[in-house]
């Protein structure tokens, strides 16, 4: 794991166990849905992180977009299934899209170097 | 197919076409650019309709909504499957999806009204 | 009430059970996690009441507007109150927030309409 | 002028009218400045509504792009200069641009038709 | 005041007067709106400034959301209500507010320590 | 030209390749319409330039942002030119394009200060 993905888990982890500490009964509560919604069901979770990485895209949030990179990853996508997703996010939200492309193409590229490609 | 659907995809064939005819170069090639983002790939043409799907509800546009739920559905998708994915565009997309939800699920009832349960 | 208000009730209850009906946990929980969002606590409901709606409008969704100018209206607010939310929305969100005020402004004056000013 | 077009404009100045007796000094004062801004200046008061069409058409806002094409129009641009601001928007708002871009072409039919072509 | 948000005020501030300095009337105006916008009116300035947070967290801007954060902090909100404006934000908006709700906890974990609780 | 502008177009020019490398078909085709939509047309470049500008304002993404004033410069727009599509941006999208107005405005200043006024 580089530097960088290990900073951003890091922080993420340490962020959001701070809101779950401050947080109401709603925001736990919400926390755990969005943990739910990716678990194997009628969809298996890759195809379900597929999906939310192409909304995270078109929402243009380059953390969330990270997070469902890896996750993708994790649970097995080539490079060539995620460049596909990629594309569904280009091609629906437009050319506003391509820096936050710039930033997952360079995030999906430390993890094949960290990891070994598929 | 229900005359709402018919409607839906009368006006949208018809002015497809005259954005084709009046368009420039540009318009005709993301045009064909659209189309071709979802054909088989790395991935199947369903997982990226899914991914469509998902994207097209956290934007909140509901003919977009509509057409990847139709695509979906001829493609083979589940009633349970769809489902799934509208829950991915509810988390990632937070309550103001839920209007759209209304009517992507009062779409899904009349295609499966017209050609019954899988 | 009026035709469209209750037209506009309506169809919002009759497809919010139709989701429930065929919704996943996932979905159920969602939808009861928003409701418990604007109960009382640390602010009263009026208060979180007019922060969903200044979000409703900037996000520029109809229904969700519609749906927070009759709570705030139902919880008390006074029409000078809802006009200053209505200016948060403006401003932060920009004209292109105008044609959902057309719209939030003619249902409020059906509101008030029928149920008189105060 | 045809009856879709009339009804546009009589709805949206009756709603204007009816914001600004009911609104604050706010609001009154950002409704001045919005037609201020596209007055000429440094810039021609065309290109200033060409950028508020393509900045309408990428938030996807209907009566705005609406409004804009009119004033395009009124304002002395052509059809294939308009077509080509339409490919701004398309190409930086992605596909999600299209259903909206179909019912702007179809207003720009209507406005040709009425008036003649350039 | 810890030295992050003195940097985000001193920013913020700089080129707040560059874009006074260069900008037209229009700009200046618009400024001048934006800041009447939260004054104490029909709604106290607190409940405006609630409803700015909401509107900043949906629409997700790290700068709007830390801006509005703090002055809820200063006219007296406590951690408690900011957290349920979090909710709202959080319930409206979806899990694509999360990155940002973990920079607005972090800010307002800075606010409280440099100004104690309360 | 600065040393953050050089960096800005460094990494554009890095990670664009990359995506270009890595990237299928659909992926390509898009980065060539994208050049493309702002050649000299029925409108000349610069005019297109202004409606990218405005639309990445009120889509509030500072890489396209800062990517468009450089190509309006590079043109020949002028300060004042710049400012009023800058106003286009901030009234159509509201004071949640102020942040990124900032920035731009700090952008503006470099390139100005690297060539000169004119």
């Known amino acids: 794991m580089s530097g960088r993905l ?3 888990r890091t922080e993420r982890e340490k962020m959001n166990a701070r809101i779950l500490a ?7 509560r919400f926390f755990n849905l969005d943990t739910a919604t ?4 009628a969809l298996d979770a890759l195809t379900k992180e597929f999906a939310g990485l192409s909304a995270s895209m078109v929402l243009r949030c380059d953390d ?11 649970l097995g996508a ?12 280009l091609i629906v939200g ?11 193409r360079a995030l999906l590229d430390e993890l094949i170097e960290a ?4």
């Open 6 to 8: 290990e900073a951003f």
């Open 22 to 28: 401050t947080g109401t009964m709603t925001t736990k």
């Open 38 to 41: 990716y678990h194997d069901g």
């Open 64 to 74: 969330c977009i990270a997070y469902h990179v890896i996750r993708c990853y994790e």
């Open 78 to 89: 080539t490079e060539a299934q995620i460049t596909e997703i990629f594309d569904v996010g």
């Open 94 to 104: 437009g050319s506003i899209v391509i820096p936050h492309l710039r930033r997952a």
């Open 115 to 118: 990891a070994g490609p598929r």
